[in-house]
């Protein structure tokens, strides 16, 4: 199964940035927001295009869409290593275009599409691809930095955090391995050598597959 991994900061901590060191034919970016890195690089980032907007005939119908769309990418990528830059805001967006509908139900469905992206990967027959999810955090009621989501669905019942096996923390250009207090980021025993490392992807590609003996 490929492998989905959260890096989570806040924005301008890094995250982005620590791309930087893959060549352009080791990495596919999707960027949900933005369309262009913050440095000079010919690392191909494709955005979830604008004909999805016509073609659907509701916002949640325009959502479960944009989310095929990912899980088409990364299903057909030839890169090995797929980075969704700003996953938050695939909630985030979903929840303003649905802002006028009434009821629960939409942040049922918000939930339940964000948790199956992350399963699709889980899924996935290449053992050999890693997916990360470059994610902004919020803070939660006792002070530490999670992942931000959308409505008590992914908090209390999910923990979007507890779908990764590998979480790190971004912070002034540097990445977290471990809690140290402040975040919830986790990875396995003996993956990194210290609780704080430099904020390169790649060296964490590298990192991952040599522990799990990935391609």
């Not at 991994?5 to 806040?10: D, P």
């Not at 016509?54 to 990912?70: C, D, G, K, S």
């Amino acid at each position: 199964m490929a492998i989905p991994v959260l890096i989570m900061g806040r924005s301008g901590s890094g995250k982005t940035y620590s791309i930087k060191n893959f060549k352009p034919d080791e990495v596919g970016v999707i960027s949900v927001e933005k369309g262009r890195l913050p440095f000079k690089s010919d690392i191909k980032v494709v955005k979830i295009p604008a004909s999805l907007e016509a073609e659907a005939q509701t916002a949640a119908q325009l959502a479960v869409a944009r989310y095929a769309w990912i899980q088409m990418v990364i299903k057909s990528s030839k890169a090995k290593s797929i980075v969704i830059d700003d996953s938050q805001y695939l909630l985030v967006n979903e929840l303003f275009d649905r802002a006028k509908e009434k009821g629960y139900d939409k942040y049922v469905d918000m939930a339940a599409n964000f948790r199956e992206l992350v399963h699709s990967i889980n899924r996935l027959p290449e053992e050999d691809k890693i997916v990360y999810f470059l994610h902004h955090t919020e803070v939660d009621a006792n002070g530490r930095e999670k992942a931000k989501t959308i409505g008590r669905m992914l908090d209390e019942k999910l923990v979007l955090e507890g779908c990764f096996d590998v979480v790190l923390y971004c912070e002034d250009q540097k990445f977290f391995t471990q809690a140290n207090g402040q975040s919830s980021a986790k990875t396995p025993e003996g993956m990194f050598d210290s609780v704080e490392i430099p904020n390169d992807l790649k060296m964490v590609d590298e990192a991952i597959r040599s522990y799990w003996g990935m391609k």
